[in-house]
């Protein structure tokens, strides 16, 4: 259920107009949430959750190996507020691990 309202965020939203107060119907939107919607960054640090403990466990299993300074701490990525590092050993097999 919960997943489904995160969809319904994205593919269900709806707009109306406000015209001397009142309102004058809905309209569907094509894109879902825009940059600056309220949700965006909650949905954003729930999706970063999933996959920063997606890129953990890859590593873990060895589908992407280590960037040979992280190996020492086993750090795979970095994120703040909308931006995300991703530090893997640069090599093909790496790359399509992530």
């Not at 965020?9 to 940059?35: A, D, H, P, W």
């Not at 890129?55 to 300074?69: R, T």
């Not at 086993?74 to 090599?91: M, Q, S, V, W, Y």
Request: aromatic share 12%; hydrophobic share 45%.
């Amino acid at each position: 259920m919960f997943r489904n309202w995160i969809v319904n965020c994205f593919t269900g939203c709806r707009f109306s107009i406000t015209l001397n107060g009142s309102l004058v119907g809905f309209f569907r939107g094509k894109r879902g949430i825009r940059q600056g919607d309220p949700l965006s960054s909650y949905i954003f640090t729930l999706v970063m959750n999933v996959l920063s403990r997606l890129l953990d466990i890859v590593a873990e299993k060895g589908i992407f190996q280590y960037h040979p300074k992280c190996k020492r701490v086993r750090l795979t990525h970095l994120c703040f507020a909308d931006d995300l590092l991703i530090f893997c050993k640069g090599n093909v097999d790496s790359l399509l691990g992530v």
